[in-house]
């Protein structure tokens, strides 16, 4: 092999590397984009998950709370 | 002259002075505030109050009205405005009580608030300071934004003045550590709580909102940093101060996002031998969309990322090791790495302590092999809260690849352990901060954790009947049950490669031996407030609050003759 073809050879190689790298990064920064948005489905669905047990205990309490309202009153 | 109250208890002096420096404040806010004192069913307390020469003329008249009213409520007025240290001091010097009870003048406090506190004292005759919970009210009288806070936790009161409202302390400590400091004006009751918990022989946490701090737009809990800026400074400086006093080898600065969160950055005076241990089957995985040798890449990050200078690497391979897993690891560690060959059948534990054995350093820190390290002062940071005596060991923050929480520090239900905020973005703060503020938990994980070598040892080390699961927790726990505080730091943060698809895969039977050996201490997490727990009970707590307010309300008192 020649030099000069060995050298664009080289370069190629270089220049695909360098491609790679430059997807790679993308990749990476879409993942670390992806993540933050299902950090956030989690976050929601975690205050879901609160708030339904709350509306679950309140209405167990429904009726306790219907006593001491008509005693009150 | 001051007259006594027909009801107050014989003896001379109260149980709680309440310290209430008062300037300017909008007549029913004033009102309110001197009906809820009036109101506590404890009635074994007087007021304090200051009016700081207030110019409206409504505030001397309700504080006269109110001292004509009932015996216990004493008034000074100081001829020249002082600003609120000055008049929290000349609250304190007029305070009688065993017990000051601090409370601002347009906040209000639970009718059971000083009733719960002497209840907490009198179980407790050690207290020297008392916090509650509290929430924030408004001019109408909405409630909202209730904190429900973790027992004492001394990291978590260096980042974050967390006991706050209500809070009362031995009256006797206050004057031994001088009052109020006039120069921190604005922070002077953090301060003041730092002061006292140094010297305190124990500090109680009673969990329940028997405070109510009015959200004005002239206050801190209405206005934030721009009501009071200066406020937050001087926050700065007394965490500054409680740190040279306390031997805390850092320097505090203020969160870039919340004014009420500061960090501590290590300015270690020592920096000593540090062994990091990292045990490896050599495996293989993809780090961001590369195939790489965990361990290798582990190794690269610390060795690249450390702004640390004494520090060891022991890795601990199976035996027979590859050598050119060990060929690698020597290229990329240099002089710092040390191989140890582990000989017999897999137990992670006998792994981590045969490392721990052949290492050297005064601190040794646990590092799974799927870590990348993402601060450079990580090892400052860690060596920081380790060096403290008093603190059994010391984890990070921890992320997946893609950024989400993995870790931040573990707590307990039905005595399992679990992790908080798993899976939440990186960037999410917690329930008051909870991910942004040092804090104490009752463990950390072993994926990165800090402890001094000599309490390994003392601890027998890692415990080998658990060879996958829990080693860690159980760590924690037995340096928690010899009396050391487990830290949380949040500055501290690393990338975890733990795959986050990873299903649980704990045996019942390392589940039962957790539980049978830790269940007294884990089944009540004293760092996770009762209210917050999920899936508890509270029925009868909650019929317990509505069937309280049945009983018959205090009456306004006929005026003392």
């Known amino acids: ?73 | 002259m001051l007259r006594a109250h027909p009801k107050t208890p014989a003896h001379a002096t109260p149980r709680f002075s309440i310290l209430t420096p008062v300037h300017e404040t909008p007549a029913e806010v004033l009102e309110a505030m001197l009906a809820s004192v009036r109101a506590q069913r404890c009635r074994d307390w007087e007021l304090c109050a200051v009016d700081d020469a207030s110019a409206q003329p409504h505030v001397g008249e309700i504080l006269e009205r109110a001292q004509r009213a009932d015996g216990r409520i004493r008034v000074l007025r100081r001829e020249s405005n002082g600003g609120i240290v000055a008049a929290s001091n000349d609250a304190l010097a007029m305070a009688r009580g065993e017990f000051v009870a601090l409370l601002d003048h347009d906040d209000e406090l639970h009718p059971a608030a000083l009733a719960a506190v002497e209840k907490a004292t009198a179980a407790n005759p050690e207290a020297d300071y008392v916090y509650t919970d509290e929430d924030k009210i408004d001019l109408a009288g909405r409630h909202s934004g209730p904190f429900f806070k973790p027992d004492w936790s001394p990291e978590r009161l260096r980042t974050q003045m967390y006991t706050c409202h209500l809070s009362v302390l031995r009256r006797s400590l206050v004057e031994q550590v001088g009052g109020f400091d006039p120069e921190l004006e604005g922070s002077q009751d953090w301060d003041l709580v730092l002061k006292v918990s140094e010297r305190a022989r124990a500090v109680i946490h009673v969990p329940r909102v028997l405070y109510h701090w009015r959200t004005l737009a002239s206050s801190a809990a209405g206005g934030g940093e721009a009501a009071k800026p200066w406020a937050f400074e001087a926050g700065r400086r007394a965490v500054q101060a409680h740190c040279e006093r306390t031997g805390v080898q850092a320097r505090v600065e203020r969160d870039e996002a919340d004014p009420g969160v500061y960090h501590l950055a290590p300015q270690l005076r020592e920096r000593p031998p540090v062994s990091i241990v990292i045990p490896t089957a050599g495996a293989r995985r993809e780090v961001r969309f590369e195939q790489v040798v965990l361990v290798t890449h582990c190794v690269r990050s610390i060795v690249e990322s450390s702004s640390y200078d004494d520090y060891e690497i022991v890795v601990v391979v199976d035996a027979p090791s590859d050598p050119a897993l060990l060929g690698e690891l020597r290229e990329v560690g240099g002089e710092r790495l040390r191989a140890v060959e582990y000989e017999r059948p897999f137990n992670f534990s006998a792994k981590v302590n045969l490392g721990v054995a052949r290492s050297e350093g005064e601190h040794v820190l646990l590092l799974n092999d799927d870590i990348e390290v993402a601060t450079p002062d990580w090892i400052e940071r860690l060596v920081m809260y380790s060096s403290l005596q008093e603190v059994g060991a010391v984890g990070g923050r921890l992320l997946w690849q893609d950024g989400r929480l993995q870790h931040a520090g573990v707590h307990f239900e039905g005595g399992l352990p679990g992790h908080p905020y798993r899976g939440f973005s990186g960037e999410y703060r917690g329930y008051s901060n909870n991910v942004r503020v040092a804090r104490n938990c009752l463990a950390v994980t072993a994926a990165c954790l800090m402890t001094r070598r000599g309490l390994f040892d003392e601890l027998g080390g890692l415990t080998e009947e658990l060879p996958v699961n829990y080693n860690d927790i159980d760590y924690c726990l037995k340096a928690y049950a010899s009396g050391r505080r487990i830290v949380y730091d949040p500055d501290t943060v690393m990338f975890h490669f733990e795959s986050s698809s990873r299903s649980s895969e704990v045996e019942e039977e390392e589940k039962k031996w957790l539980r049978d050996r830790w269940l007294p201490v884990t089944a009540t997490d004293p760092y996770s407030n009762p209210n917050l727990r999920r899936g508890e009970p509270r029925l009868a707590a909650m019929l317990a609050t509505a069937l309280r307010g049945l009983r018959p309300r205090p009456r306004a008192r006929p005026e003392a003759s």
């Open chain 1, 1 to 73: 092999m020649s030099e000069w073809v060995r050298s664009e050879l080289e370069g190629e190689l270089a220049r695909s590397r360098a491609e790679v790298e430059r997807l790679r990064g993308l990749l990476v920064e879409q993942e670390a984009e992806l993540g933050r948005a299902r950090g956030r489905v989690e976050e929601l669905e975690d205050r879901i998950n609160r708030m339904l047990g709350m509306a679950v205990r309140l209405r167990r309490l429904g009726p306790a709370l219907r006593r001491v309202r008509r005693l009150r009153a």
